[in-house]
Nanobody, 116 residues
Framework: QVQVVESGGGLVQPRGSLRLSCAAS????????MRWFRRAPGKQREFVAW???????AYADSVKGRFTISRDNPNNTMYLQMNSLKPEDTAVYYC??????????WGQGTQVTVSS
């Protein structure tokens, strides 16, 4: 069982920045496929970004150029640096860890609110 915990959410003004963290347990973190998703009020959960064990990266078009995903394997942590935030980025952000054995684990989410 892998425990996944997000942190770093909060209230920020438009054009501001936040950095989200996702800590995942286990001695094989470096092999996990890690992803960020988000769910805005009244909408379905959507993909934001992913990073593979080999550090390949992809972003949703809506965040490309503004968000940066990264991982720190020795500290079992993934990050999402969010810059130039917009009100439409307001959502609960979720971290998802997928192991090489096919295990799929979600965190409980962290709220990001972009408002003046």
């Amino acid at each position: 069982q892998v425990q996944v915990v997000e942190s770093g959410g909060g209230l920020v003004q438009p054009r501001g920045s936040l950095r989200l963290s996702c800590a995942a347990s286990g001695s094989s973190f470096s092999t996990y496929f890690m992803r960020w998703f988000r769910r805005a009020p009244g909408k379905q959960r959507e993909f934001v970004a992913w990073i593979t064990s080999g550090f390949s990266i992809a972003y949703a078009d809506s965040v490309k150029g503004r968000f940066t995903i990264s991982r720190d394997n020795p500290n079992n942590t993934m990050y999402l640096q969010m810059n130039s935030l917009k009100p439409e980025d307001t959502a609960v952000y979720y971290c998802r860890a997928t192991t090489t054995r096919g295990g799929d684990y979600w965190g409980q989410g962290t709220q990001v609110t972009v408002s003046s």
